[in-house]
């Protein structure tokens, strides 16, 4: 990925093929933040699914059907300036994925192709569980220093300075 040449929506393209895990922040029942990077994959419409073990304090977080914010970043290896590394934050509702669901196996397979075979074993696991992270619009992407993007309807949108109005 290359911020200072590359155009925002290819970057955004770029981040989301080089990411195979997102870092997820949940908060528990009293409010207390908890963040943890989590294996996803991503359907057309662009909402993102977690496999993830009961066992692990965010799952009981997503159960309880709070919102969650997620972050998809820029290896470090591959970042030219640490301060400026492309990144994209999205805020999501939450929905737990159930057995009846129609394209609950469609989904597992995702993982299985993406993953290989690790996921065959956990899907024999009793405790994972299937969550749906939809993301919600004002979504922020930013590509370097001065190159920040709000994510509406599927479209990035320069973020103006205060006082500013996009056209």
Known sequence: MNEKTDNPENTLTALYSSCRSLILATTDAHGTPFASP???VRNDQGDYFVFVSGLAAHTN???SGRPASILLVQ??????????????????????IDSTRPDRETILE?????????VSVLRSLPDFCLFQL?????????TGFGQAY????GSLRPVMPPGQKNP
């Not at 995702?110 to 993953?115: A, C, G, K, M, P």
């Not at 939809?134 to 930013?142: A, E, K, T, W």
């Not at 709000?150 to 309807?153: K, V």
Request: one cysteine or more; proline letters at 4%.
């Open 150 to 153: 709000d994510l509406i309807n």
């Open 134 to 142: 939809h993301p919600q619009d004002g979504g922020r992407f930013v």
């Open 75 to 96: 290896d470090e290896s591959m970042t030219t300036q640490i301060f400026a590394r492309t990144r994209l934050t999205q805020q999501c509702q939450v929905k737990k």
């Open 38 to 40: 989590v294996p996803f």
């Open 61 to 63: 977080h997503l159960d």
């Open 110 to 118: 995702s993982f299985e192709q993406r993953f290989g075979q690790v």
